[in-house]
């Protein structure tokens, strides 16, 4: 695969619900279950990390709302980086698996394998690797958390590169990101005591479905 075709493929899911608003249906999740045992099977574990997901993003941004000084209960995507051939990376410098950018969204919960590429990019400073540690979760902070908290905590701007190699062809690379997103209805604006006089909102509020659409609208 040329790294200027395709660095990045997906498989993408969300919460499963009996009774869907019309936006939701339009997005429901596509299962291979109906195919053999393999969808089947895939299907189920994926929900089960779901639910795992669902309650790690719990425990996360109850953690955040201490941090901000404010009520604990207030807050109440599959991805595959192919293999590529070495010559494409070397041919391009400025190739990358995923571009530069932030995630829309609350928190980013990311469970990555052993490749490394991942790098963030801190407020004063040029991009530092977020080196892969064994049985941790990398979280990132996304663009509606900082909205929320008027940028007290500021979204994760991070890109994915492709980590030096010898070989002719750079390893494929795995990741599963659980991305954590309010309701499309939920209007989002700053909390009280992260704006005041001498501090004022940074951001107007809207709801999250109208964010989203925005950023998705100027992104394809």
Known sequence: ????????????????????????AELSNQWPDKF????RVFKARMLEFHELGK????????AVAVGLGIEEGWFDR?????????EAFRENGNTVRAGAHTDYWSITCLFQDDRGGLQVLPPSSNYVDATPIK?????????????WSNKTIKSTKHRVVEPP?????????????????????????????TYSETRPKQ???MSSGEYLVQRLAATY
Do not use: K
Request: proline residues 4%.
């Open 1 to 24: 695969m040329d790294a200027r075709d395709a660095g990045e493929e997906s498989f993408e899911i969300g919460r499963e619900t009996e009774t869907e608003t019309e936006t939701e």
């Open 36 to 39: 053999d045992e393999e969808g």
């Open 55 to 62: 309650w790690l993003r719990g425990r996360i941004m109850r």
């Open 78 to 86: 599959l991805l595959h980086y192919p293999e590529v051939r070495s």
């Open 135 to 147: 049985d941790t979760i990398v979280v990132n902070a996304g663009d509606l958390l900082a909205r």
């Open 165 to 193: 190699t010898t070989a002719d062809v750079h390893p494929a690379r795995y990741s599963i990101a659980y991305f954590c997103n309010p309701n499309f209805d939920q209007f989002i604006d700053a909390i009280a005591g």
């Open 203 to 205: 951001y107007p509020g």
